[in-house]
């Protein structure tokens, strides 16, 4: 197939990004012809594409920067002809759009107040631009939400249920792995309490990924270890302090080594998150062999069969239930090798052939209907 694909970064810096990434580099090396739209490239990850470079404008808010993006990649794509537009971004000339986030539309849905409704969505050009932006893309032929919350998302605010299917992030379960770990920790390893429990948190934008609750409920013979660059750092050493874990808890913030000598000093991973489309940090997590506790309303829940692989929680409560349980050495062996197996059917191959079958009926489909 001929196949446009359409990213304002293909990059390995950020979730969608490395989505984009792992699925169209092996949409390449399976023989397809793709053409890549994109404003910034790394040029390693895009051998053998064609890169139609987009121009970068507009950027100053992120709605004009999506806007400048849709239609300055719409008029590049005029007079060229593709079987397959694939788009990861908000758009209106795509054939397939992968979505990555939840809806605009779902803060307005979920609004109780009449008055903040009526300003934030009906009085605020912002607001207008970008819901009209995210009507056109959800006219696309077809839809794959990255998990079933984002399917039902879409259902919630735009009543679609047909063209739409589950594709969820895959994970490369050879540099995940149990042998790949073996050996690793961190320049600075954490020291683990004897008898105790280490557990990772792996991620910024630290209020939405729950972090207020994740803190309360560390107790004793716990160690929380938090990766990542975070917002309201203040608040949460505060909150620590509060809660007396000081020697408990651990922020490395951004680092530059191999994530995975923290995945190797790790017990359990763990994402208790308010709102999260998916979560990537769960599969990598899984692939490495180790259990993880994850927020029954985060996208990675769908790969967690609770007490199988993992453990659904959220609150405080439920989060010190689900740690206590995990003490137990062979609990989390036999979770861990359940959540390895769960990994090794989540690959970015198998990913791959998901979209390949969803071009083939999108292709069959426009066929029967020439016909």
């Known amino acids: 197939m001929k196949i446009a694909v359409m990213v304002k970064n293909f990059t390995l810096s950020g979730g969608a990004e490395r989505y984009a990434v792992e699925v169209t580099r092996r949409l390449k090396n399976r023989g ?36 400048a993006y849709a239609r300055d990649a719409a008029r590049l794509l005029e007079g060229k002809h593709y079987d397959i537009i694939h788009s990861h971004e908000r758009g209106y000339s795509q ?12 803060g307005f849905v979920n609004e109780q107040s ?54 969820t992030p ?3 379960f050879d540099w995940f792995s149990p042998e790949s770990i073996a050996g690793l920790r961190p320049r600075h390893k954490p020291d683990a309490p004897p008898g105790g429990l280490m557990v990772l948190f792996v991620g910024s934008e630290f209020r939405r990924k729950g972090l207020d609750a994740l803190i309360p409920a560390i107790g004793e013979k716990i160690k929380l270890i938090v990766v990542g660059r975070g917002e309201y750092l203040k608040h949460y050493r505060e909150l620590v302090a509060e809660y007396g874990v000081e020697n408990r808890v651990e922020f490395t913030g951004h680092i530059t080594d191999d ?14 998150s308010l709102r999260e489309a998916f979560g990537m940090t769960v599969l990598e997590g899984m692939a490495c062999g180790l259990p993880v506790v994850v927020s029954p309303v985060a996208g990675a829940a769908g790969v967690v ?31 861990g090798e359940e959540a390895r197996k769960t990994a090794e059917s989540c690959s970015w191959d198998r990913i791959t052939d998901d ?4 071009f083939t009926d999108l292709l069959s489909s426009r066929g029967k209907h020439r016909q």
């Open 32 to 67: 397809h012809d793709i053409d890549l739209y994109s404003r910034f490239t790394d040029a390693s990850a895009a051998d053998g594409m064609t890169l139609v470079p987009v121009p970068n404008r507009h950027t100053y808010r992120s709605v004009t920067s999506s806007l």
């Open 95 to 106: 054939d397939v759009l992968t979505v990555h986030t939840f809806c605009y539309r779902s």
């Open 114 to 167: 009449f008055t903040k409704r009526i300003l934030k969505y009906h009085l605020s050009p912002r607001s207008l631009m970008y819901l009209w932006l995210e009507k056109k893309q959800m006219a696309s032929p077809r839809l794959a939400a990255v998990s079933d919350v984002i399917r039902r998302d879409i259902q919630a605010c735009y009543g679609r249920t047909e063209g739409v299917r589950v594709i």
């Open 170 to 172: 895959g994970v490369d």
């Open 259 to 272: 994530v995975r000598r923290y995945y190797a000093a790790a017990d359990v991973v763990v994402l208790p």
């Open 305 to 335: 069969r609770d007490g199988k692989n993992g453990l659904l929680a959220g609150t405080v409560d439920e989060l010190k239930t689900a740690f206590e349980y995990l003490r137990d050495d062979r609990v989390r062996r036999e979770m």
């Open 355 to 358: 979209y390949e079958d969803l």
